[in-house]
């Protein structure tokens, strides 16, 4: 009995821990299957909250385009102002995204 | 729920079949599962690769953008810097007469395409079954469609809605233009037969003032103002003449004499008409405008087919003006139906487009044969409440109204066919096939009592209207029963006022054949970018505002 329990139980023990590395390896893969699915997810938003800016930038930058080149010369100072406060918020946007 | 986008392809380790023969299963499970689990690594490998892919795509499009906005603000620093000295300089004048600023913005649309499809998605379509192969079906077809559509068809909803977005705004541009001619109407009829009625109308109102204020009474419903209050011996007259109309409903019962009174008293009221100021209801305004010119012309018409004597005198001062604003191509569309009768009391009104005359055209087949007619005292005069805009159905019960004055069934044919041919009747042409018009026999019979009565007067016509007059009698049932055949026989009138209607007729017909053009082309280019075009057009019909043209040039531009 003995002898026939140690082979079996070696087979056993070996099984059980054959599974467990088994099971250490599927769980990694699962986290990093979470992970890729989370770093996706949250590439997107940021990625669309940059989308957002830029075009709201581009659409102020058109008009300031059209009131400097259309109006000509009317309002210059103001125009100086917007292109400012734009210049500003584009050195922001650019700093915050490079930073992550 | 979410769709899952990308799937691990080993989906079980170990839910194999074990291979027979083996004598340690439990290592054999082992190595199996090890196996799996490098397969797995390999497709999780392949799907990060693809997600870190989009996500770098998507940034690096960012950041052309950045780099572009950048380049875009340093110009326009350097070119605000520059203006400063240069002060403001026809500031004024600039603002107003520049193009408004327009943004163009990129609208997302199409976005669920078949094109936008994430590529691991793609792969996961591509495992699954094909559809039958319906296709090779689709040159046995007779329609040109693709076998395939009928039993799937992606694009339908989108093909549903983009057909009823076209469909309302061509509706709400119609709109705009009936409400647009609604309006500028009102101001151009008014001024056209003014000026030669006021001396006639003048006279007659010396002549029988009091008598022409009681027809108006009785014979328009109390529509128009009685311009004197019932009076004098007249009374009797107007009164017979009333009870005639009320009573037999054939206006050949009455003598001559009296048929001419009647015609000269509806021209009178026609001429009446325009000079009061246009009713309370503007559109009943609107619609005498415009429907007296058309009504004297029928009058004139029917003068020619009746005695007429003072009538025929007047008729060509009235039928000058009417060739130019009728609408020939109404008449040309509803000589096919049956609203002859009803047309010809409205020939002007036709300016409400083609669709709404057929619809009416199908309501109103029961109104027609009485009304139709003539009337042309209060024939003449009830056109006119209708509304030029609206359609059909509304002149009919007026028209049905004035049935009752005066109707004569053989009466039918003359009016349709003088209506077609809108300055005189056309000489008769060969009796058409008697299919076409199940009452000319009748007309035909009732015709010989009217030629009698009109031989007396033919003398009395003036102008072209005498040559017509005799071939009239017998080729007035023909007129009738050849609607259809009407824009060609015309021309066999040697008139310059039926070349001229013809030639206005043919423009007409050309210009619709353009705009359908146009819309063909259009609907062609606009197969690419459907999706703003129609987003816009919903723009135009919510904002209910006049910018087609503008998003037609917006249209150019993109």
């Known amino acids: 009995m003995a002898g026939q329990e140690d082979p079996v139980q070696r087979e056993i023990h070996q099984d059980w821990a054959n599974r467990e590395y088994i099971e250490v390896i599927t769980s990694s893969i699962k986290k990093i299957a979470d992970f890729l699915n989370s770093f996706d997810m949250s590439c997107r ?8 800016k830029l075009t709201a930038l581009e659409r102020r930058i ?20 917007g292109l400012c406060r734009e210049n500003a918020r584009f050195h922001v946007l650019l700093k915050q995204t490079w930073k992550r | 729920m979410p769709l899952v986008k990308r799937n691990i392809d080993p989906r079980h380790l170990c839910h194999t079949a074990l291979p027979r023969g083996i004598k340690n299963e439990l ?12 397969r797995q690594l390999s497709s999780l490998s392949k799907y990060a690769e693809d997600i870190f892919g989009e996500l770098f795509n998507e940034a690096h499009s960012f950041s052309f953008r950045v780099n572009s906005l950048q380049e875009r603000v340093d110009r326009l620093s350097v070119s605000v ?17 520049r193009k408004a600023f327009r943004s163009s913005t990129i609208q997302d649309q199409q976005l669920f395409d078949r094109k936008t499809l994430p590529i691991p998605l793609q792969e996961t379509y591509d495992v699954c079954e094909q559809p039958p192969p319906l296709n090779i079906l ?19 909803f989108f093909d549903l809605w983009k057909e009823k977005m076209l469909q309302d705004t061509e509706d709400k541009r119609k709109e705009k233009r009936k409400q647009k001619k609604n309006l500028d109407r009102p101001h151009e009829p008014e001024k056209v037969p003014r000026a030669p009625h006021d001396r006639r109308r003048e006279w007659q109102k010396l002549a029988q003032g009091p008598e022409l204020a009681e027809d108006d009474a009785n014979l328009l419903h109390k529509h128009i103002e009685v311009a004197n209050g019932p009076a004098s011996h007249f009374e009797t007259r107007p009164q017979t003449y009333v009870d005639h109309m009320d009573g037999s409903y054939s206006l050949s019962a009455l003598p001559f004499s009296q048929m001419s009174e009647l015609l000269t008293r509806a021209e009178e ?14 559109m009943h305004g609107v619609g005498d405008a415009k429907p007296i010119p058309t009504c004297i012309s029928s009058a004139t018409g029917l003068i020619e087919n009746r005695p007429q ?94 049935a009752p004055v005066c109707e004569t069934v053989p009466v039918h044919p003359l009016p349709q066919g003088e209506v077609q041919g809108l300055p005189p009747p056309p000489p008769p042409p060969p009796l ?10 009748v007309t035909v019979a009732a015709l010989t009592h009217p030629p009698s009565g009109l031989h007396p007067a033919p003398s009395t016509a003036p102008g072209p209207h005498v040559p017509l007059m005799p071939p009239s009698p017998p080729s007035q049932v023909i007129p009738a029963s050849e609607p259809k055949r009407h824009p060609s026989t015309l021309p066999v009138i040697s008139d310059a006022r039926s070349v001229l209607l013809e030639a206005i007729r043919k423009g007409i017909q050309l210009r619709k054949v353009e705009e359908q053009r146009e819309q063909e082309a259009k609907h062609e280019r606009i197969e690419n970018d459907v999706a703003t075009i129609l987003s816009r057009r919903i723009a135009v019909e919510y904002s209910d505002s006049e910018d087609d043209s503008e998003f037609d040039e917006v249209d150019w531009l993109e």
């Open chain 1, 45 to 52: 938003s940021r990625l669309a909250t940059l989308n957002e």
């Open chain 1, 62 to 81: 058109e008009y300031i385009e059209a009131r400097v080149s259309m109006s000509g010369k009317v309002l210059p100072h103001e125009a100086r102002q």
């Open chain 2, 27 to 38: 290592e054999c499970v082992t190595n199996i599962s090890l196996a799996n689990i490098i």
């Open chain 2, 81 to 97: 810097t520059q203006l400063d000295p240069k002060e403001e300089e026809l500031s004024l004048q600039d603002i107003t007469m």
């Open chain 2, 138 to 156: 689709t040159p046995y077809r007779d329609d040109g469609k693709e076998g395939l559509k009928f039993y799937t068809n992606p694009s339908y």
């Open chain 2, 269 to 282: 009221r026609v001429l009446v008409r325009p000079h009061e100021p246009p009713p309370p209801p503007p």
């Open chain 2, 309 to 402: 004597s003072p009538a025929t005198g007047r008729t060509p001062v009235f039928v000058s003006p009417t060739p130019p604003p009728p609408p020939p191509p109404l008449p040309s569309a509803l000589s096919t139906s049956s609203l002859r009768a009803s047309m010809t009391s409205t020939p002007p009104p036709p300016v409400p487009p083609p669709p709404p005359p057929p619809t009416t055209a199908l309501q109103a087949p029961a109104v027609p044969p009485p009304p139709a007619p003539l009337q042309i005292a209060p024939g003449v005069l009830h056109p006119a409440p209708p509304p030029i805009a609206p359609p059909l159905v509304q002149p009919s019960p007026p028209v049905a109204r004035a």
């Open chain 2, 432 to 441: 058409p096939p008697p299919g076409i018009r199940p009452s000319s026999p």
